[in-house]
T-cell receptor, first 111, second 112 residues
Framework: AQSVTQLDSQVPVFEEAPVELRCNYSSSVSVYLFWYVQYPNQGLQLLLKYLSGSTLVKGINGFEAEFNKSQTSFHLRKPSVHISDTAEYFCADFGNEKLTFGTGTRLTIIP | DGGITQSPKYLFRKEGQNVTLSCEQNLNHDAMYWYRQDPGQGLRLIYYSQIVNDFQKGDIAEGYSVSREKKESFPLTVTSAQKNPTAFYLC???????????FGEGSRLTVL
């Protein structure tokens, strides 16, 4: 069965500093990976996705992620965060007709 | 505008009552999903449907029921058999087997 692990439940970062949110997956079949963002009391919005091809994927709001098959990782990065990036971030793996989510990482930006 | 509409946004119910959450999409997507979100547990799949009149149980289907009579609609009923129904419920849709889900704004259910 596929599973997704987000190692950090909370990440505090100073404004304009870089950030990396970690994600590891365990699927042994074809890998489709996603990062979603959730602002308070709202649904989820797609940040970026990896289906195939280049291992470096760029998304919205200046975020990017790198697919690393040997380390089974799909970490999310941003070189300089803003207050508006405060949200919860979910990594997800699609397989067997469904999307499996990690437990989420709450990103808090410190002014 | 195309999208997914969930209603109601907030709902209170007494113990022992069934409640139905509405989910409608106008994206012409074949697949629809219901997830439950609890703090610190991420999103857990309740039910999903890839075609009208057919649906499959997810990881936590006990105490819930669904129907898919129309492509656009996928209502979720939280029954009195659900032991801990207070949660945030999210509906989503996608094209078949592409994994990119589009989410509604969610429905927050509180059992008093």
């Amino acid at each position: 069965a596929q599973s997704v692990t987000q190692l950090d439940s909370q990440v505090p970062v100073f404004e304009e500093a870089p950030v990396e949110l970690r994600c590891n997956y365990s699927s042994s079949v074809s890998v489709y990976l996603f990062w979603y963002v959730q602002y308070p009391n709202q649904g989820l919005q797609l940040l970026l996705k990896y289906l195939s091809g280049s291992t470096l994927v760029k998304g919205i709001n200046g975020f990017e992620a790198e697919f690393n098959k040997s380390q089974t990782s799909f970490h999310l990065r941003k070189p300089s965060v803003h207050i508006s990036d405060t949200a919860e971030y979910f990594c997800a793996d699609f397989g067997n007709e469904k999307l499996t989510f990690g437990t989420g990482t709450r990103l808090t930006i410190i002014p | 505008d195309g999208g997914i509409t969930q209603s109601p946004k907030y709902l209170f119910r007494k113990e022992g009552q069934n409640v139905t959450l509405s989910c409608e999409q106008n994206l012409n997507h074949d697949a629809m999903y219901w997830y439950r979100q609890d703090p610190g547990q991420g999103l857990r799949l309740i039910y999903y449907s890839q075609i009208v009149n057919d649906f499959q149980k997810g990881d936590i289907a006990e105490g819930y029921s669904v129907s898919r009579e129309k492509k656009e609609s996928f209502p979720l009923t939280v029954t009195s058999a659900q032991k801990n129904p207070t949660a945030f419920y999210l509906c989503a849709s996608s094209r078949i087997n592409l994994g990119e889900l589009f989410f509604g704004e969610g429905s927050r259910l509180t059992v008093l």
